[in-house]
């Protein structure tokens, strides 16, 4: 690097060490070392003349987030987690809907509204975090099974299934719900089916 100063060389030198050793570095060991030089790495001193700072300095932030082998993990623990997390929502809310939609008395009903808020706020963020790394897991690769596209494509329809359950939910607080309880019922098996198409694919990759 001519014209750079020695803490530009430093700065150069660290993030070829990191990308070097990522390939021989993985799980916990990984990550402990990876959090302790980032701080290193996203200082922002006073961008220099030559440019010298900003020499690769993108390039390298980039690398450290998503060309990492580790972080591919890391993304997938955190996708499956919230996978997990959201699917117990997807799964039980609409059968609130079901006792929704069958509800006699109007304590009854403002009970089953009141669980139905709560069950719809508690599984919004983890529905984001799931589509989010899902999202991402793809750009750590730099190529990728045509399997990948159909796998986003159902995370894309899942997300739209739980906008979807919210306009039901503000139907229901409306008292304008038009569906009956065997509709539901029916609506209910729709994150199933997606499941159990996302599970063969991810197992099978059959393209």
């Known amino acids: ?15 070829l ?24 790495l996203f200082r922002s001193p006073k961008q220099p003349e030559n440019g010298c700072a900003g020499q690769g300095g993108r390039l390298v932030q ?26 117990a929502g997807l799964f039980y809310l609409p059968r609130i809907y079901v006792n929704l939609a069958m509800a006699d008395s109007e304590s009854e009903y403002a009970r089953l509204l009141l669980m139905a808020r709560k069950l719809f706020k508690f599984m919004t963020p983890w529905g984001i975090g799931a589509v989010l790394c899902g999202l991402l897991m793809p750009l750590t690769q730099t190529a990728f099974a045509g399997w990948i596209y159909a796998k986003i494509a159902l995370g894309l329809l899942l997300l739209l299934y739980h906008i979807w359950c ?3 939910l503000a139907a229901f607080a ?20 997606a499941l159990i198409a996302a599970v063969y694919l991810a197992v099978f990759k059959p393209f």
Request: with cysteine; glycine share 6%.
């Open 17 to 40: 060490a990191i990308t070097q050793t990522a390939s021989d570095t993985g799980g916990l060991r990984h990550f402990l070392f990876y959090f302790a030089v980032l701080p290193q």
């Open 62 to 87: 980039y690398a450290l987030f998503f060309r990492l082998p580790a972080m591919y993990l890391w993304l997938k623990f955190l996708h499956l987690f919230f996978i997990v997390s959201w699917f």
């Open 174 to 193: 409306r008292r304008q719900n038009r569906h009956s309880h065997r509709w539901y019922r029916v609506f209910n098996e729709l994150p199933v089916l």
């Open 1 to 15: 690097m001519p014209g750079c100063t020695k803490a530009e060389k430093n700065r150069g030198l660290m993030a």
């Open 166 to 168: 919210g306009l039901l």
